[in-house]
């Protein structure tokens, strides 16, 4: 198997615009989402490493270096969600060629959809902390740099609505009635939570 994360930013595209199915939307999502989350961090990093004011009084350099130390751990909180979004790009694949490989084996194609939907409903997760985050740092750092946080901003969109939607296609195929109820509930609470942090985030 293929591993697109040792492809070149050409090849994958190349890749990923011949007429193999893979990789496909849900590999592309986990890319973008790893693109916003990288781009967040920095951000962070270039707004941490800013010089100081000077002239500042005791209590505003506090506030500064507050507000600094925030700034960090949200970088540092990303670092984990980034790792593992770009991992998606590689096994998003893999569970989509396991669902095709045992397509129409009732059983079988079970298991490889629901493996298919927790891969998704995963990434889906790690975009909504991932704009959590990238909203409270919109709150922290100010200058023109802050305006790659709406690039950021709007990568997680896409990421997180193709994360769900890819998910979502996958409970669609789905015949075990229970576990298709709690699919379907864990991706409507993922989307409440989305649109509760972009709207917190305005």
């Not at 990093?45 to 751990?73: F, H, L, N, Q, Y």
């Not at 609470?189 to 305005?202: A, D, H, P, T």
């Amino acid at each position: 198997m293929t591993t697109f994360t040792d492809h070149t930013l050409r090849a994958y595209l190349e890749e990923l615009s011949s007429e193999k199915p893979v990789p496909g939307g849900g590999s592309v999502s986990a890319y973008v989402a790893a693109l916003a989350m990288g781009l967040t961090q920095m951000v962070g990093r270039v707004s941490v490493k800013r010089k100081k004011k000077a002239g500042m009084r005791p209590e505003e350099e506090k506030k500064d270096t507050e507000k600094r130390e925030m700034i960090a751990r949200i970088v540092e909180s990303l670092e984990k969600t980034k790792r593992d979004a770009f991992q998606i790009v590689d096994l998003d694949p893999k569970v989509y060629e396991e669902v095709m490989r045992t397509w129409g084996e009732e059983d079988k194609m079970e298991d490889a959809l629901q493996n298919s939907f927790r891969l998704q409903a995963d990434l889906t997760l790690l975009v909504v902390m991932a704009n959590e985050w990238n909203h409270h740092m919109a709150h922290l750092v100010t200058g023109s740099i802050k305006n790659d946080l709406l690039v950021s901003a709007g990568l997680l969109e896409a990421a997180f609505k193709g994360a769900y939607h890819t998910a979502m296609i996958n409970v669609c195929y789905m015949k075990n009635k229970e576990a298709k109820k709690r699919s379907e509930k864990a991706l409507e609470e993922l989307k409440k939570r989305f649109e509760k942090g972009n709207e917190s985030g305005n």
